[in-house]
């Protein structure tokens, strides 16, 4: 079966630190992939979308970047935080037009 | 881009009693509309889907709706539990299958 992971669950960094969040899926190939983030009581933004190796989707300019080095290895990554980017960040994964996509457990990111 | 909204914020209802989430998007090109379920610090978990050849689907006591004409779809959840308390996500994916969220929907069922 499927499954994905990711980690950490909870990270508190400074200002100006940086930040890289992974996210894995197990048991598929070729999956599509995204980044959420979902702040304090809102919806789910969508931050990026991978249909491939190297090949990434911004949905919106802000401070993070995206990068997928393998199939199934998504990371999330920015140079330096801003308070700003505080947020449970969601990774998840689908099997392509018109399947469900399934989601980790979060990352609930503080930047302090 | 896909736009999708979420009606109501907050909902609170009596154990037992129906509980209807609205939802509409805007992008005719979108089919496929999932609805998650999120508990308190965990990720969102898929609840029920409809795609875009069906006006109704039905599993056990949760219903999902579709009006393409209209572009809005509707989840209804008959004789409410205390478990059912959580906060409830539409979606909408569009034809490059990414998928947008409405802002979500806080359930409450009182026992």
């Known amino acids: 079966s499927q499954t994905i992971h990711q980690w950490p669950a909870t990270l508190v960094q400074p200002v100006g630190s940086p930040l890289s969040l992974e996210c894995t899926v197990e048991?598929?190939?070729?999956?599509?992939l995204y980044w959420y983030r979902q702040a304090a009581g809102r919806g789910l933004q969508l931050l990026f979308y991978s249909v491939g190796i190297g090949q990434i989707s911004s949905e919106v300019p802000q401070n993070l970047s995206a990068s997928r080095p393998q199939d199934r290895q998504f990371i999330l990554s920015s140079k330096k935080l801003l308070l700003s980017d505080s947020g449970f960040y969601l990774c998840a994964w689908s099997l392509g037009t018109n399947t469900e996509a399934f989601f980790g457990q979060g990352t609930r990111l503080t930047v302090v | 881009g896909e736009n999708v909204e979420q009606h109501p914020s907050t909902l609170s209802v009596q154990e037992g009693d129906s509980a209807v989430i609205k939802c509409t998007y805007s992008d005719s090109a979108s089919n496929y509309f999932p609805w998650y379920k999120q508990e308190l610090g965990k990720g969102p978990q898929l609840i029920i889907d409809?795609?875009?050849?069906?006006g109704e689907k039905k599993d056990q006591r949760i219903a999902v709706t579709l009006n393409k004409t209209a572009k809005h779809f509707s989840l209804h959840i008959t004789e409410t539990q205390p478990e059912d308390s959580a906060v409830y996500f539409c979606a909408a994916m569009d034809n490059f299958n990414k998928f947008y969220f409405g802002s979500g929907t806080k359930l409450n069922v009182k026992p």
């Open positions: 409809i795609r875009s050849n069906v």
């Open positions: 048991g598929t190939s070729n999956p599509n």
